[in-house]
């Protein structure tokens, strides 16, 4: 069995309120950071550990994957950057990310952005899951030993967490 958990990163400063800083160097906002604080506790009520973190490299993504381990108890060391995740992440994007993962990990935890983080797991699970709000958590189980077993339509949809309005 392979989980996978996808969360989108918390609200970000908007792009245009701060010349001179690019998309990219964007921070969470204190609403976002609380909101993600918020999500982890409730993940981490679902969620022994996050299994291996791996995240967008962008700022308000990374903030949003150091808040939620700090939560579990997931050494910062231990979260690996992907630039495949920052801009039009895609099915095949995804697998080239878990084909370089042990098949002895059973979990990990992805941070990153919409729309990506909408679109794939809502193809990859059988009833799809809709859209994903900042700081929403989706989790998918898959019937593989091997995470190349992973395919469209083939995730059971297991939870799916969204922040209070």
């Known amino acids: 069995m392979k989980k996978l958990i996808f969360v ?16 990219f160097e964007r921070s969470l906002t204190p609403s976002g950071k609380r909101v993600a604080k918020e999500m982890a506790k409730l993940f981490i009520k679902k969620e022994e550990s996050p299994g291996l973190i791996i995240t967008s490299p962008a700022f308000r993504a990374l903030e949003t994957a150091f808040i939620f381990a ?24 995804l697998m080239k990310i878990l084909s370089g993962v042990g098949n002895d990990v059973k979990t990990v935890s992805l941070f990153g952005h919409n729309p990506s983080f909408t679109d794939i797991p809502d193809k990859l699970s ?19 030993d091997k995470w190349t077993g992973i395919v469209n339509g083939s995730g059971k949809l297991e939870y799916f967490l969204r922040p209070a309005k």
Not at 10 to 23: F, H, M, Q, R, V
Not at 71 to 92: A, C, H, P, V, W
């Open 126 to 144: 059988k009833t799809g899951c809709g859209p994903v709000p900042k700081t929403g958590v989706v989790c998918l189980t898959f019937d593989t």
């Open 70 to 93: 700090g939560e579990s108890g997931t050494d910062y060391d231990n979260i690996i950057l992907s630039s495949s995740l920052y801009f039009n992440t895609n099915l095949e994007k």
């Open 8 to 23: 989108r990163h918390a609200k970000a400063e908007p792009e245009e309120e701060i010349p001179g800083l690019s998309d």
